[in-house]
């Protein structure tokens, strides 16, 4: 008895494993690329009327680009990317779309650029799961199909005119009206208060807490969802005195997000690369336009353009109407509205807050720092615009006529 029930778990057994041993093989002899070249050549066979194509032994196939240190063997499974005649045919046969702009497939040679330089992607790797990612150990999974227009900074120098590149544009456009620029550096350039935006895509996903964040490890991931709610992503550890995000809920729709996204992997994508070099021949300059010198109808107007082109938005909020808020602050919790500083200040004292900056006080002595505080622009805005975004401020108080502002 005790026997028989030695000899069924060993033969149970012996069964599993032949057959774990039987897959494995399988999967050696027919691995997931070649089932789908087989059916690319049975399908190019048809198209053509070619009936020698449909046996046609699989192959890796790939687009080797030393200089960009890239092998991309996406074509092993795409190949129909460069045949026109595959059009009509389903993923992952079909030819690649123009995007509705006559030469971009001419402009833009795979052989010469490879796919990962738009898409992302495992180039190398050959399993779809791989290649598509993500996986362990790949910081670049394919991009979403909105977030593909980050990268084509990577050779386009000036996007503004860009065919095919317009949401860029559009981004730009909610990047300058939520002051994004007056708490982060971009390129150098901007406000410390938040973290430098063109490294934000070179950073590894190590580098980000995703402990209140489900779904992939990404950082496009994580950064749409930091987009979509700051503070639930970053709540900060108060007992480690590290405040919660000050960074505002912009209240955004999934298409701002996506902007948004995409408009941050163009800013890493700007920067030079060791690990992925662009040849200068596949750079492409901004065209030179003659510098137009921007005339103001008045210095208000000026200084509301200086007010925007700073990002005080960003803290202040639009028109200066406030609403930011900055915990543990005095008066309120919020950065303060800048409607009413001309009753109490005179625009000498205004002008010196700017130049100089100041740290507001904590409503809660024992409470954290306020995240915000008023930076410096001393070096960063020139006297004379400073000069006009104070007189922009005192135009701003609706209860003293306009005329008095100047
Ligand atoms: C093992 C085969 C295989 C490899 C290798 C592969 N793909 Fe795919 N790909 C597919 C298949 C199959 C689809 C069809 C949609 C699906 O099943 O996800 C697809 C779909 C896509 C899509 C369309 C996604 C969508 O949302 O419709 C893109 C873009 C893409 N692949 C890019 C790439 C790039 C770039 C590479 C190289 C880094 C690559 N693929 C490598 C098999 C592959
Ligand atoms: C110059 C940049 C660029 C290069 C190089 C490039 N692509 Fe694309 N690809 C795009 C853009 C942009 C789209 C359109 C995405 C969209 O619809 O928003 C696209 C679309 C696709 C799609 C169709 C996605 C869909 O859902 O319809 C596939 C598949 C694809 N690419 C695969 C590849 C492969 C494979 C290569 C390399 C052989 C490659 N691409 C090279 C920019 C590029
Ligand atoms: C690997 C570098 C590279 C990438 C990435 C790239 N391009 Fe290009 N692109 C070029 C080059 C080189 C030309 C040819 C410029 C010329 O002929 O003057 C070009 C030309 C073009 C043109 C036509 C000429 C023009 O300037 O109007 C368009 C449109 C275009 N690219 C759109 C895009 C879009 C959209 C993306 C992102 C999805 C992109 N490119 C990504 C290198 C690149
Ligand atoms: C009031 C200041 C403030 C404003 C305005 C602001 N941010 Fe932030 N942002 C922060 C701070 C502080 C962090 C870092 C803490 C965190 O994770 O939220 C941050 C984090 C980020 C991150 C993550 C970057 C990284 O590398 O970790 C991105 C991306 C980002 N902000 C983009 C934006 C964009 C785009 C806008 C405008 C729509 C914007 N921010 C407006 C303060 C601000
Ligand atoms: C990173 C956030 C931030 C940005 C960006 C910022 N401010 Fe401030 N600002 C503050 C905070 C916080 C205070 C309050 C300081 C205090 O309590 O003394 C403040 C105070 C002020 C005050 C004094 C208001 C009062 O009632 O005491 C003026 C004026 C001012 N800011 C102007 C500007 C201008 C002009 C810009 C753009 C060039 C700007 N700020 C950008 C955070 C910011």
Redesign the pocket.
Known sequence: MKRSIWNWLFLISSFGLGFMAGVLLWQELFPEWAGVQREYNHRLAQVTGDRSKAWAFPKVQQIHLPELKRTDRCVTCHAGISNPKMADQPQPFRTHPNLGIPGFLEKHPFNEIGCTVCHHGQGSAVEKKAAHGPVPHWEEPLLAKGLIVGTCTTCHQNTDELKGAERLKQAMV??KE???I???NLHSKGMV???E?A??FT?SSDQ?DFKYIRGEKTVSHW?EE?FRN?QA??PGYPKLGAPE????N?GLSEEEIRL?TA??ISFSSEEESEEHPIPARYRVAAASKPVEAVTYASKVEQGAAVFEKY?CI??HGPQGRGG?KNKNMDMGEEVPPLTYVSDGYSKEEIKEIIREGRYPARSNREGLAP??WMPSWKGKLSDEEIDAVAEYLFSLNPDKPKASAS
């Open positions: 909610l990047f939520k002051g994004c007056g708490c982060h208060v938040g973290p935006l490294e934000t950073k980000f950064v930091h700051p992503v970053t995000t000050p960074m505002p912009y948004l408009l941050t990002g960003g803290c930011i995240p915000l």
